[in-house]
């Protein structure tokens, strides 16, 4: 079988750095955003990404179904890249548009419809992307490894140049445009990569995603909606892999959500969170390069397993030891970098191999639907993470501007630490007992799949 050429890989790998560079601002700086530039309260931040993000989970949940009905003129799977690319673009100038001084409820409208153009379109172009991996490898699972790698490692490299250039540059346009306008005009920069990406693995993925006609027969039985649902009820190996990541982003996000404010009150100087991420994000990409290595040996199961245990006990490190050393904090987080690369290092090969497996067993091709959920985790733990965080932090006595205690300080770190650190823990606990798909198997469904579909 012929090896995917090395022009398609990198077209793909552009596309997976272009996407972590549109989501840099929106996921890591949203909520500092709205608390201290919209001037919303912690509880009313919380709410309203807590609705948005309800929203966001809905739409996740039925677009793998909707781009497995599709019948669109440029391909199942790209056909979605080219259509939302420009909505991408709009959802992330509109959510740092500085509406401060409009009315509360005309605030939060604005922001929600920001929102939700931005995520929404992720949930069909997060399938739409590892659709084309998919298509693009075959049942190759060297190659569908490699894309996935490949991309990890890409993704990392290109965060340590957003990570070291993003807080200065918006530093360095505020006295110039303001504060609010600095956040808008990088974030419209960042979001413009996304389109160059979304428009070179369009063109790339061409040959490997043909529109698929109305007209169009197969021996492969065409689900209903009902069916499609019942795909995943009946799918124990993709519930239990989901409700796993599930967990994991829970943490992750409820993490990220606090991470800002880490910096501003606790350690008192917000450009040291440059010096950290740019410092992480350079471990990162050898993290990229070792984590998967140990992730191949161990299998995606024991993978998954080891890396979120590893991601737990340095999270509870954070917690306990980080609070007034950035040191300690950066090495902890450079841990959980590591954890984090043994397993993610596989990347959408988790719902891929589900999707395989309940194609195989009930010979009915819902791969495209199992691809779907592979967004819902992300989405639940935005939702509910990144809710926790709002609500959490007005529990612990937040208020913008204020000035830090002791008392704050140590309560913060148990949530920006201990917390997800649950989380992280009941992920592990429950991939390791309830995931059953070895690589093996999966090679054997992707095999026999591509040789009996139509």
Request: net charge positive.
């Given at each position: 079988?012929?090896?995917?050429?090395?022009?398609?890989?990198?077209?793909?790998?552009?596309?997976?750095?272009?996407?972590?560079?549109?989501?840099?601002i929106p996921l890591g700086y949203i909520n500092i955003f709205m608390t201290e530039n919209l001037l919303y309260s912690a509880a009313?931040?919380?709410?309203?990404?807590?609705?948005?993000r309800l929203i966001d989970l809905v739409v996740a949940l039925i677009s793998g179904g909707i781009i497995e009905k599709s019948r669109?003129?440029?391909?199942?799977?790209?056909?979605?890249?080219?259509?939302?690319?420009?909505?991408?673009?709009?959802?992330?100038?509109?959510?740092?548009?500085?509406?401060?001084?409009?009315?509360?409820?005309?605030?939060?409208?604005?922001?929600?419809?920001?929102?939700?153009?931005?995520?929404?379109?992720?949930?069909?172009?997060?399938?739409?992307?590892?659709?084309?991996?998919?298509?693009?490898?075959?049942?190759?699972?060297?190659?569908?490894?490699?894309?996935?790698?490949?991309?990890?490692?890409?993704?990392?490299?290109?965060?340590?140049?957003?990570?070291?250039?993003?807080?200065?540059?918006?530093?360095?346009?505020?006295?110039?445009?303001?504060?609010?306008?600095?956040?808008?005009?990088?974030?419209?920069?960042?979001?413009?990569?996304?389109?160059?990406?979304?428009?070179?693995?369009?063109?790339?993925?061409?040959?490997?995603?043909?529109?698929?006609?109305?007209?169009?027969?197969?021996?492969?039985?065409?689900?209903?909606?009902?069916?499609?649902?019942?795909?995943?009820?009946?799918?124990?190996?993709?519930?239990?892999?989901?409700?796993?990541?599930?967990?994991?982003?829970?943490?992750?996000?409820?993490?990220?959500?606090?991470?800002?404010?880490?910096?501003?009150?606790?350690?008192?100087?917000?450009?040291?969170?440059?010096?950290?991420?740019?410092?992480?994000?350079?471990?990162?990409?050898?993290?990229?390069?070792?984590?998967?290595?140990?992730?191949?040996?161990?299998?995606?199961?024991?993978?998954?397993?080891?890396?979120?245990?590893?991601?737990?006990?340095?999270?509870?490190?954070?917690?306990?030891?980080?609070?007034?050393?950035?040191?300690?904090?950066?090495?902890?987080?450079?841990?959980?970098?590591?954890?984090?690369?043994?397993?993610?290092?596989?990347?959408?090969?988790?719902?891929?191999?589900?999707?395989?497996?309940?194609?195989?067993?009930?010979?009915?091709?819902?791969?495209?639907?199992?691809?779907?959920?592979?967004?819902?985790?992300?989405k639940v733990g935005m939702m509910i993470g990144g809710s926790l965080a709002g609500y959490g932090l007005q529990i612990i006595g937040?208020?913008?501007?204020?000035?830090?205690?002791?008392?704050?300080?140590?309560?913060?770190?148990?949530?920006?630490?201990?917390?997800?650190?649950?989380?992280?823990?009941?992920?592990?606990?429950?991939?390791?007992?309830?995931?059953?798909?070895?690589?093996?198997?999966?090679?054997?469904?992707?095999?026999?799949?591509?040789?009996?579909?139509?």
């Amino acid at each position: 079988m012929a090896k995917l050429e090395k022009s398609k890989i990198n077209a793909y790998v552009f596309y997976s750095v272009a996407v972590s560079v549109a989501n840099v601002i929106p996921l890591g700086y949203i909520n500092i955003f709205m608390t201290e530039n919209l001037l919303y309260s912690a509880a009313l931040m919380g709410t309203v990404l807590l609705a948005a993000r309800l929203i966001d989970l809905v739409v996740a949940l039925i677009s793998g179904g909707i781009i497995e009905k599709s019948r669109l003129k440029w391909g199942k799977f790209r056909s979605w890249i080219i259509l939302l690319r420009f909505v991408v673009f709009g959802g992330c100038v509109i959510q740092f548009s500085d509406t401060s001084m409009l009315p509360t409820g005309t605030k939060v409208i604005i922001t929600i419809l920001g929102y939700i153009m931005l995520h929404c379109s992720m949930a069909f172009l997060q399938t739409a992307q590892f659709g084309i991996l998919s298509a693009m490898a075959g049942s190759d699972m060297e190659d569908r490894n490699t894309l996935s790698i490949r991309s990890g490692q890409a993704m990392a490299a290109a965060m340590i140049l957003t990570s070291a250039v993003t807080l200065p540059f918006i530093q360095f346009l505020t006295p110039i445009v303001g504060n609010s306008n600095a956040y808008l005009i990088s974030a419209t920069i960042y979001a413009g990569v996304f389109v160059i990406g979304a428009t070179v693995l369009a063109k790339a993925s061409a040959p490997y995603d043909p529109p698929r006609l109305k007209t169009e027969n197969s021996d492969v039985k065409t689900a209903s909606v009902k069916e499609m649902i019942q795909s995943v009820i009946v799918n124990k190996q993709l519930l239990v892999y989901i409700s796993s990541s599930s967990l994991f982003y829970i943490g992750m996000m409820l993490f990220q959500g606090l991470a800002a404010y880490y910096f501003m009150y606790v350690l008192g100087n917000f450009l040291l969170m440059s010096v950290s991420m740019t410092a992480t994000t350079v471990f990162s990409l050898a993290a990229s390069i070792i984590g998967p290595k140990i992730g191949m040996k161990l299998g995606k199961k024991n993978a998954m397993v080891t890396g979120l245990f590893v991601y737990a006990a340095g999270s509870i490190g954070i917690a306990l030891f980080a609070r007034s050393s950035l040191v300690i904090f950066i090495a902890l987080s450079c841990v959980n970098s590591l954890g984090m690369y043994i397993f993610t290092g596989f990347g959408p090969n988790y719902v891929i191999d589900t999707g395989e497996y309940g194609f195989y067993k009930t010979r009915k091709d819902n791969r495209a639907v199992a691809l779907g959920m592979m967004n819902m985790p992300m989405k639940v733990g935005m939702m509910i993470g990144g809710s926790l965080a709002g609500y959490g932090l007005q529990i612990i006595g937040y208020t913008a501007g204020m000035v830090s205690t002791t008392e704050f300080a140590v309560k913060f770190m148990w949530l920006l630490g201990g917390v997800p650190a649950i989380f992280y823990a009941g992920a592990a606990i429950i991939m390791m007992l309830g995931y059953r798909i070895t690589d093996e198997d999966a090679a054997i469904y992707a095999k026999f799949n591509a040789e009996n579909a139509v």
